[in-house]
């Protein structure tokens, strides 16, 4: 670029409107500083909220999209060797960031048992701005540690959104898992409670009914 600025560092620069407002908030240290402190605490109350709020109606959906998003990020982990290789297989064939976007699907069918699209549009709009700078940031890391083979593959795969037919092979096969991963990268702790989620949101709405 003739900025000389990498191309992951795009998404970060300043700019007008609501999305960049959003992108400077999310992204200044302090704020990144009680995510990282206070992340666990916020998710449990924002849980006990949509328990809460639970709609009977969109229950259906939202257990849908979860697991949807749930199953895409078990694929992603099992596939993930963090800081070890550069070996891109299953999910990373097809898209970089495998990970975020089943997180995405996650949080959005757990937003979505509230009925609310309020809250839904919300939750998008904090959500993306948030992961695209995240994902800036590790790339241009990952950049520096693996080099040339890294750049040649954000160049072949696309970030999010995969390409129909398109799937990079000279990378890893497709059609891997290996459960050991899954556990090292604790992905099945987040499945466990994804699944407590869902079972007291059912509770709740069962009591409704007596």
């Not at 600025?5 to 300043?14: A, F, R």
């Not at 390409?163 to 898992?177: D, H, I, T, W």
């Not at 050991?180 to 079972?199: I, K, M, P, Q, W």
Request: charged share 15%.
């Amino acid at each position: 670029m003739g900025n000389g600025l990498p191309e992951s560092s795009c998404v970060l620069k300043s700019g007008f409107g609501v999305g960049a407002l959003l992108q400077r908030v999310i992204h200044h240290r302090r704020s990144r500083r009680f995510l990282a402190q206070w992340r666990y605490s916020v998710a449990m109350f924002l849980g006990v909220v949509l328990i809460w709020s639970a709609h009977r109606g969109w229950f259906w959906w939202a257990l849908g999209v979860s697991v949807c998003g749930e199953l895409l990020q078990l694929w992603a982990a099992s596939c993930l060797q963090k800081h070890e290789v550069f070996r891109p297989c299953g999910p990373y064939t097809l898209v970089r960031n495998p990970m975020y976007c089943g997180r995405f699907l996650v949080i959005l069918g757990m937003v979505g048992v509230a009925a609310s699209v309020y809250a839904l549009l919300a939750y998008v709009a904090v959500f993306i701005p948030y992961v695209m700078g995240r994902v800036a940031r590790e790339e241009d890391k990952l950049g520096e540690r693996f080099g040339k083979p890294y750049r040649a593959y954000l160049a072949a795969v696309p970030r999010f959104i995969p390409v129909p037919g398109r799937v990079c092979r000279a990378y890893g096969s497709l059609f891997e898992f290996h459960w050991s991963l899954v556990v090292r990268n604790r992905e099945h702790l987040n499945l466990l409670a994804l699944v407590a989620f869902y079972l007291m949101v059912w509770l709740s709405l069962a009591l409704e009914v007596c």
